[in-house]
């Protein structure tokens, strides 16, 4: 049976440069699962890799699309299981790093992303519903209807939510089925944590690090070009672009930043909790990542990866 790695956690946690450390030591390469990270010049903003960072490990799944496009979970599933079985095919077992919970999902479950066809009556209903109300007024709804799907989608995340909704109105909600686990791979599943507060703490230290990065300019040169676009309401983007519109100051996007970024982690907490196929390390005070990376390889090659 082919075979990869996972691994996973809420953002600012440390998978970039953990995964990067252990693909290095088991000579393997990295498949990033960022549903932001896919698109080109969205770098500061979403904490992409830069090449240092990647410690001359093989990276893929990053900047392969334009912020125009209209990227879907059945496409990064596609497209990573095809990079999973070539690698395995050199003998290399690559590590599937990143927090986006869909994307995890598509490759350790059964999710039939083509079983359900669109339906424009019923997208246009609530796309309308979104433009009158807000999209977090349809996440609301989606809440109400499945609340275990919202947890692992942001608040923003409109064509997500749209088309959730319009499969369960179809009455076809299987392509979902979080029960039904992939069977076809073996897989070891590695989550990170720390206590919330630290991880609260880093995550608006990170955000400030941004904003000093440039994200601001970042945002403005996106919003230029692909104005309307779905990846730009990923958060540090959408909180931005108001910001640029005059709508408020840039003490408050910044707050908005940090704000959002804590409810998404606690998402994503919510949703990895649950599944006890994961194994977690505790990476809180990491002074030395270098260890728990020597942790994490030890407990792989003990699982006869």
């Not at 693909?23 to 979403?46: E, F, H, N, P, W």
């Not at 990143?98 to 609530?126: H, M």
């Amino acid at each position: 049976m082919n075979r990869f790695i996972v691994i996973t956690g809420p953002t600012a946690t440390g998978k970039t440069a953990l995964s990067a450390l252990v693909a290095k030591g088991l000579g393997s390469q990295v498949i990033c699962a960022d549903s932001a990270q896919i698109y080109r010049g969205m770098d500061i903003g979403t904490a992409k890799a830069t090449k240092e960072e990647m410690l001359g490990v093989r990276h893929h799944m990053i900047d392969i699309a334009d912020p125009g496009e209209d990227y879907t979970v059945a496409r990064f599933q596609r497209e990573a299981f095809r990079i999973i079985d070539s690698l395995n095919e050199k003998g290399v077992t690559p590590v599937v790093s990143g927090g986006t919970g869909l994307y995890i999902n598509s490759l350790v479950y059964e999710l039939d992303f083509a079983s359900v066809k669109k339906n424009d009556a019923i997208r246009q209903k609530y796309a309308q519903l979104a433009d009158d109300k807000s999209d977090l007024y349809l996440y609301n709804i989606l809440k109400e209807k499945d609340p275990n799907f919202a947890n692992i989608i942001s608040a923003n995340d409109r064509k997500r939510i749209i088309r959730r909704l319009e499969v369960l109105e179809s009455g076809a909600a299987q392509d979902y089925d979080f029960r039904r686990r992939n069977e076809r791979y073996l897989y070891l599943m590695i989550g990170l944590t720390m206590p919330r507060s630290e991880l609260y703490r880093r995550i608006n230290e990170r955000v400030d690090s941004m904003i000093e990065k440039g994200l601001v300019e970042e945002a403005k040169g996106l919003y230029e070009r692909y104005a309307g676009a779905n990846a730009l309401k990923a958060i540090g983007y959408k909180e931005i672009i108001p910001y640029l519109n005059g709508e408020y100051d840039l003490e408050e996007a910044v707050r908005l930043i940090k704000r959002n970024t804590r409810r998404f982690a606690k998402r994503q907490i919510t949703w990895f909790k649950r599944d006890e196929r994961i194994k977690w390390f505790d990476v809180s005070g990491c002074t030395c990542i270098d260890s728990v990376a020597n942790d994490i390889i030890r407990y792989i090659k003990g699982k006869g990866f």
